[in-house]
Nanobody, 122 residues
Framework: EVQLQASGGGLVQAGGSLRLSCAAS????????IGWFRQAPGKEREGFSCISARDGRTLNADSVKDRFAITRDFDKNTVYPQMNSLKPEDTAVYYC???????????????WGKGTQVTVSS
């Protein structure tokens, strides 16, 4: 059974940091790009960070560039977005997904995990 388990969300003050995790199982982790999306109430799901399958190239949206960094641990089948200098506008439900390549198009990802809530207070 394919599973993507996102965790690490919570409540943090503006300027603080959180590290999310996406633990994968049930598929060949090394062969898939892992992306992170977020969705705030009343807004579309936004792809903001991605790490490619084997070469580890990363892509970050302008909205999080210089604040977020994504890494992957092939031994633990886990991807970690480190989120620093958080802002109230980062408040959203955060999701991870697995797919063939990094893309911001949500419908091109194969597997999705359940989300984890991140709330940034001002």
């Amino acid at each position: 059974e394919v599973q993507l388990q996102a965790s690490g969300g919570g409540l943090v003050q503006a300027g603080g940091s959180l590290r999310l995790s996406c633990a994968a199982s049930g598929f060949t982790f090394d062969d898939y790009a892992i992306g992170w999306f977020r969705q705030a109430p009343g807004k579309e799901r936004e792809g903001f960070s991605c790490i490619s399958a084997r070469d580890g190239r990363t892509l970050n949206a302008d909205s999080v560039k210089d604040r977020f960094a994504i890494t992957r641990d092939f031994d633990k089948n886990t991807v970690y977005p480190q989120m620093n200098s958080l802002k109230p506008e980062d408040t959203a439900v955060y999701y991870c997904a697995a797919g063939a390549m990094c893309t911001t198009k949500a419908d091109e990802w194969f597997y999705w995990g359940k989300g984890t809530q991140v709330t940034v207070s001002s």
